[in-house]
């Protein structure tokens, strides 16, 4: 560990305030000297010659101080001071700070624990306590953290992250989410903390250019941080870097992955695929298709993608060293003899890396069996890559169930396809992403590109995502990602859509992946969970938890495409309907949801009362309205229209308890009617975003559900089951527009 005089050396020339002090070697000779004749540990009792040379030289670096002042031991086996008794507070002048040291080097020497000296400071004034540290996480490369520090720090843990570089927003945005962030604004007479003062300092160790990219991480912390009125002061830090020093000044070295924001460089070393240069249309949308490993004789996933390819109708190949076709599909000996733009390969892990070097000519191989790094053989993978890179080709996976596109006939999926869209979607699982299609499809959703990456070892995540930014079919991404590898990547790749192509993540195994341990606080506290999090909000993508939201949430920005820079006013959103007890729950779910129900403004009560709405009850939002077999099926669009007339409600939630026109009714009609009423709301409203909730919708006969759905769709409005779907979705559309 770096000591902390040298640290805050570097400090100081960054311009960060740290305290007055000086440093102190342990003198050679007071070592070998014996110990003081009856000193105390921890008092500096005695006279003898080892105390009386370590006294003499802290008192005499300390003569200029001015007290009360700190005395600190540093050394190796000194990460946690506090713990060993290293650290001296309130001490009255440079006579107590020297007998303070000379017990403070017996207790250690007790111990067994050497100290190679010691710092003596002037004590700062009492503030708002806080910590600041980067941590070098193995996935996503550095992270910054900022929270409570001080004995806070772990009995607390309130803390936010966000990954280098920040700007001054996520400083901002970092501290304003702190549990205890009114501690910084001014608490029960006390005055308020300089948080410009506070913001610089984040920018100055994790901000463009700052103290992030000159370090060789390991991990680095401030704690505490003190905050005043009058600025803020590092009192202790602590520097681990990440190797044992390679020949440059101790605690400034260069990093091994400082790559400038935006780049696409793989921060762990790991090939990025070809740069950002690579054109994937071929990969979604090929001339011919090559297909490695079907059987003449006994049926495998060879066979089954040769059908699923033959219903597709895109040129197709089989590759079999002795058949002249396969199922009705000629076949050649090898992929050398293969014409194609993506072969798709589906043979024993061992033979791949054969197979694929015979593809040269070929732009893009996949390969679908598993047996690689994901279980134990990494050396077959990097001779799968290698085996790709000899080629020429790109290679998908692997470990992969391949491409679905529509519009290029590519599918990994059987049955019919769905009609060709603009909603894309990257996942490192083919399962997952297969039942994504086929469920999406089926509310609605339809695709322009679809990947699955398997182990990604490869074509990325992040490099997929960078293309389909600049895709001319592709209008909102869904991501799902089990494997923080090459995270940085990711990270700059979404930094660089951020505000230009709506993300929705779900990520897999959060709170699986186990921690290493960690010296710092900062490191103990940055999780993979946090992470992903703060990945989310820097990118302003939205993090879902399950499939259904992820599903729900693409089909928000499918439907509102047109209107998400929509103009208008207003930050709220409108929930309309029947129920109380709907309604009051409804609120609760938008709230957790982080989203406002602004109330009704008082100028649109009349023309709501003309309406005959609200007579004898108050109104509110969410606003209570007869919504029923019975009802004017006109009723919510007139109500609606009398609202955002006098307050823009940018998003306007619309439910009904589809239960309830079966149970007092016995047809559809007035459900249909409803909803074609609301179409019309929305194509009289190009700048607010509906959003239907058909509360209990599984009440209906079968295809009423479809019905409305399609009603819907006709218009733009998305359709979801329940208020928490929705909820999630205009979330998600709320946070992606905060960044345009």
Known sequence: MIPEHEVKALLREAGVAVPRGAAVAVPREALAAPR??????????????????????????????????????????????????????????????????????????????????????????????????????PGFGPVLLAGLGGVWTEAVRDTALRLCPVSEGDAREMLASLRGSSLLHGYRGRPAADVDALVELLLTVGGAGGLWERLELGEFELNPVIATEKGVIAVDARYLPAGP???????????????????????????????????????????????????????????MFLEFYKATGVPLVAVHPEAGEIGGVPAVPSLAEADADYALVAVPAGRCAEVVRQARGIPFVQVMSGGFGEAGHPELEAELVRAAGEAGSRLLGPNCMGVYSPRGGQTFVGGEQGPAGRIALVSQSGGLAGEVVKVGERRGLAFSRVATVGNAADVTPAELLRWLAADEHTSAVGMYLEDPRGGRALFEALMSVRGRLPVVLLVGGRSGQGRRAAASHTGGMVGDARIW??????????????????????????????????????????????????????????????????????????????????????????????????????????????????????????????????TYGTSADPLYAYARALARAQEELPGVRITLVTRNGECAPYGVEDEVREIAAGAGIPVYRSMEAAAVAVAAARRFMSAT
Do not use: C, W
């Open 36 to 137: 003081n004749a009856g000193a105390a540990a921890g008092a500096g009792g005695g006279t003898g010659a080892r105390g009386e040379a370590v006294a003499a030289a802290v008192a005499g670096a300390a003569r200029e101080l001015v007290p009360p002042l700190v005395l600190k031991a540093y050394g190796p086996g000194l990460v946690h001071k506090s713990d060993a008794g290293a650290v001296r507070l309130a001490l009255g002048g440079a006579a107590e700070a020297g007998t303070a040291a000379a017990g403070m080097l017996e207790s250690l020497l007790a111990q067994g624990i050497t100290p190679g000296g010691f710092l003596v400071e002037e004590q700062a004034a009492p503030g708002v306590e806080l910590i600041v540290g980067v941590v070098d996480d």
């Open 245 to 303: 020093p390679d020949g440059g000044p101790a605690a400034v070295r260069p990093r091994r992955h400082a790559g400038p924001p935006g780049s696409a460089q793989d921060p762990r070393g790991g090939r990025t695929g070809g740069g950002p240069g690579t054109d994937f249309t071929a990969l979604f949308e090929p001339r011919a298709v090559a297909v490695v490993g079907a059987s003449t004789s006994r049926p495998n996933f060879g066979n």
């Open 533 to 662: 999090r703060s990945l989310a909000d820097q990118a302003r993508a939205a993090l879902v938890t399950g499939q259904d939201d992820l599903i729900g949430a693409l089909s928000f920005f499918q439907a509102h495409a047109a209107r998400l820079s929509a103009p208008g006013g207003g930050a709220g959103v409108l929930v309309i309907g029947p129920s109380g007890g709907a309604s009051v729950l409804a609120a609760d779910v938008f709230d957790g949801a982080g989203l406002s129900l602004d109330a009704l403004p008082q100028e649109a009560l009349e023309g709501l009362g003309a309406l005959g709405i609200g007579v004898g009850s108050s109104l509110a939002n969410p606003l209570e309205i007869p919504v029923g077999p019975r009802g004017r099926p006109d009723l919510v669009r007139e109500a609606v229209a009398a609202i955002v007339a006098r307050r823009p409600y940018p998003d306007v939630v619309a439910h009904v308890n589809v239960q309830s026109f079966f």
